[in-house]
């Protein structure tokens, strides 16, 4: 791929499927901010959300989803793979989308649009995200696809500038939650790893891959020290790393379930599950 075509993605966001809104009041408790009312959807799907500051743009997030069966459905429901991991691009994905179908085919790209304002007729397009997602997805079970926010021209920038300082608001955490640092996966799965280090353009070395911006995936490889924490996850992602001010304060806030050990730091673990992944709290701006 040519790199001066398509400038390198940085995270975006990720998110885990869970049984039930429950979880949302489990993470309130434990001292994270959530949005103030949930997001609903296309398929039924009730989101929540925690926002954290990041190094190369406003902000990054968690998102946490499920089906609400109390909705009434609204055309089809795809089935929810546990966890997804989404791709940012500062470049109109239109105009670079034959470049990822030439030098991605055997992940079978494909370009979707949808409208800021779902009550719009989708036939007219209307400003909203650009998606491109993957029908062989480069890891077998996370959906990853990358997307692009394209400029909200019915808002003034007094309305975006307030937008952008709720959003803001609820990167500070009472429990000193501030930054998402990175992942933790499982090596197992380490020839998925090289298709997704070429879509990321991540740097690839020591077991870990590292994407524009500094946010790292560090790789749990066969007998490594950190896969006694995670003996009963079944997929690939099993953990996220956030950075707090204070370990202290977390611990304090949070009651994190264990305390663990990761690639040389100390961490607070808040177990959310065996089918998806984790949070990892450590005292650093970097991981």
């Not at 997030?61 to 055309?75: H, K, V, W």
Request: some cysteine.
């Amino acid at each position: 791929m040519t790199d001066q075509l398509i400038p390198r993605p940085v995270f975006d966001h990720c998110y885990r499927s869970i049984e039930g809104d429950s979880v949302y009041k489990e993470l309130q408790e434990r001292g994270f901010l959530l949005n103030p009312e949930p997001i609903i959807h296309p398929g039924r799907l009730k989101c929540q959300f925690l926002h954290f500051r990041s190094p190369v743009d406003k902000f990054s997030y968690l998102e946490f989803l499920f089906r609400d069966g109390t909705l009434q459905p609204a055309g089809p429901e795809e089935e929810l793979i546990h966890a997804g991991f989404a791709l940012k691009i500062d470049r109109n994905l239109d105009e670079v989308f034959s470049v990822f179908k030439r030098d991605f085919d055997w992940l079978k790209p494909k370009f979707e649009h949808r409208n800021y304002d779902r009550a719009a007729d989708e036939s007219q397009r209307l400003p909203g995200w650009n998606f491109l997602t993957f029908e062989q997805q480069p890891i077998d079970d996370i959906e990853v696809w990358i997307i692009e926010y394209e400029q909200r021209l019915s808002l003034a920038e007094e309305e975006l500038k307030e937008r952008r300082r709720r959003a803001l608001a609820l990167c500070d955490h009472p429990n000193s939650a501030r930054y998402i640092l990175g992942f933790i996966w499982d090596g197992r799965q380490s020839k998925d790893f090289d298709n997704f280090a070429k879509l990321s353009f991540a740097k690839s070395s020591n077991a870990s891959l590292r994407l524009e911006g500094g946010t790292s995936i560090r790789i749990v490889q066969e007998g490594a020290t950190e896969r006694r924490y995670f003996r009963d996850k079944t997929g690939t992602f099993l953990a996220v790393v956030i950075g707090v001010e204070s370990l202290d304060s977390f611990v304090r806030e949070a009651n994190p379930d264990d305390m663990v050990e990761v690639f040389g730091m100390k961490g607070a673990r808040i177990r959310l599950g065996r089918d998806s992944w984790d949070i990892v709290a450590v005292e650093s701006r970097s991981f």
